[in-house]
């Protein structure tokens, strides 16, 4: 009963989710495990569906369910995959579930790198004792709607954002931040460039960030409360560039099959009905298309990098002699194969890539001859 609320952060990908159709995805292997064992689950949300079983019997009463993953409406989602799954197995506690449980929208901001080397050097350093260190950047934004059925702490006393706006917060966070790691990894991994702040150091990658963002970008996200979404980008570009921070091209290159449909495809769509440009839209899933064949400019391989490498890997090198293979992957582009100019677009730059290179490619975009 002194659980009121739980918190999730299990990756975009984590959540069960059609692709297709955007609603909950039943056929999965655990999630038929939970259905059919509910009381041995496999899940985050076998287990909070167990945990509020209990609670509704005891008459204890609902937790809020607080989702922390990059995902727009990630509340709504959780919402979807927990009532989802229990209606698998107990229809009335489904029923009850989503009666009485709240799950707010949220969106939480702070670059958390991957415990390697230098972050086990560091505690040493420091004389702490802690074989699996967490480091982050200084900055950290949390922003929830306050929908909260067994109350909450009073967080805005240390900074928490309490608003009705979550989604225009969550919009510049996902289309500047996680599109623009993605404008940024894909290239830096071609280019055998190591980290984030290394690609912004790089002239190219760093001139294809800036271009991308603010022509192709920020154009499609709303200003919130105290932020535009220019000054939001100049931010960015600092939080990017910081090289304290050790985050790699591979870490935020990883799950693309589940990041670009996320991040980057949202807004090329809103390019495309506002008849805006989305060449350097295109060229970033050139890039990504690119990298998933397997190889780097150098000539060294590039290792799995997603759950569903093998299926992308092969389709990357088919369309290396035709483009359209890549966006005949209905699971991500969906309709956007029978748009012209995204076909032709998407088609010129991975053709260039393959012929002339990604530093090229890049240039041609940027207007850096030279590359």
């Not at 955007?22 to 038929?32: E, N």
């Not at 389709?315 to 100019?341: C, F, S, V």
């Not at 032709?344 to 090229?360: D, P, V």
Request: charged share 20%.
């Amino acid at each position: 009963p002194e659980i009121r609320i739980v918190s999730l952060t299990v990756t975009e990908g984590g959540y069960f989710i059609d692709p297709a159709t955007k609603g909950f995805d039943a056929t999965h292997p655990d999630i038929q495990h939970d259905a059919q064992n509910p009381g041995t689950p496999k899940t985050a949300f076998g287990a909070m569906i167990a945990a509020l079983r209990l609670r509704r019997d005891a008459s204890i009463g609902p937790f809020t369910g607080l989702c922390c993953d990059n995902l727009q409406g990630n509340g709504a989602i959780l919402r979807q995959t927990v009532v989802g799954l229990a209606k698998l197995s107990d229809p009335d506690l489904a029923a009850w579930i989503d009666d009485n449980c709240t799950f707010p929208n949220s969106m939480v901001d702070c670059i958390v790198p991957a415990t390697g080397p230098d972050e086990l050097a560091l505690v040493q350093k420091i004389g702490i004792d802690d074989a699996v260190p967490v480091t982050h950047e200084n900055f950290r934004q949390w922003v929830i709607e306050d929908r909260f059925c067994a109350s909450r702490p009073p967080w805005e006393k240390v900074g928490v954002t309490f608003t009705d706006a979550v989604h225009d917060y969550e919009s510049m966070k996902i289309r500047i931040l996680n599109a623009g790691h993605q404008v940024l990894a894909n290239a830096g991994e071609l280019l055998s460039v190591p980290t984030i702040a290394d690609c912004m150091a790089h002239p190219a990658i760093q001139a294809l960030f800036t271009k991308v963002e603010l022509e192709e970008i920020a154009p499609y996200v709303k200003p919130v409360a105290d932020m535009t979404p220019s000054s939001y980008v100049e931010l960015i570009n600092r939080r990017f560039a910081n090289p304290s921070i050790k985050d790699t091209t591979r870490r935020v290159a990883f799950d693309g099959s589940s990041r670009h449909p996320g991040f980057v495809l949202p807004i090329l769509r809103d390019a495309l009905a506002d008849g805006g440009s989305i060449e350097g839209l295109c060229l970033v899933e050139a890039l990504w298309a690119r990298m998933c064949a397997g190889v780097r400019e150098d000539g060294s391989d590039i290792e799995a990098n997603d759950p569903f490498w093998d299926q992308l890997k092969d389709t990357a090198q088919r369309a290396k002699i035709n483009p359209r293979e890549w966006l005949l992957m209905d699971q991500t582009y969906g309709d956007l194969i029978d748009q012209p100019q995204v076909v032709e677009t998407f088609t010129r730059w991975l053709n260039l890539i393959w012929q002339n290179g990604t530093a090229a490619a890049i240039g041609s975009y940027t207007g850096d001859v030279t590359n």
